[in-house]
């Protein structure tokens, strides 16, 4: 059984800088490609960012492209996102999701497994 336990979520002010961890379990973490995703009060949950199995490969969303990092460890089976320059419009609830396959992607679908969310607050 596969778990994603994200942290490292809180309350910070605009400028601010957080790194979400998001521990995973239950099968070969390096063989999977990770990403994270983000819901807004009254918003879909949306794409933020994506990494391949190896770590060679990223991609972001443009609204968070030269803030956001995405990274990983395979020997430590976590996925990681730091994220700069925090303004208001980032407060949501972020989800960490493990990949169907080894390729990096932007859709929900192609994730097979969702963590249950860590909250990122950002005051003005």
């Known amino acids: 059984q596969v778990q994603l336990v994200e942290s490292g979520g809180g309350l910070v002010q605009a400028g601010d800088s957080l790194r979400l961890s998001c521990a995973a379990s239950?099968?070969?973490?390096?063989?999977?490609?990770m990403g994270w995703f983000r819901q807004a009060p009254g918003k879909d949950r949306e794409f933020v960012a994506t990494?391949?199995?190896?770590?060679?490969?990223?991609g972001y969303a443009d609204s968070v492209k030269g803030r956001f990092t995405i990274s990983r460890d395979n020997a430590k089976n976590t996925a990681y996102l730091r994220m700069n320059s925090l303004n208001p419009e980032d407060t949501a609830v972020y989800y960490c999701?493990?990949?169907?396959?080894?390729?990096?992607?932007?859709?929900?679908?192609?994730?097979?497994?969702w963590g249950q969310g860590t909250q990122v607050t950002v005051s003005s």
């Open positions: 990494i391949s199995s190896g770590g060679d490969i990223t």
């Open positions: 239950g099968r070969s973490f390096s063989s999977y490609a």
């Open positions: 999701a493990q990949a169907r396959t080894w390729i990096r992607g932007t859709s929900q679908n192609e994730y097979a497994y």
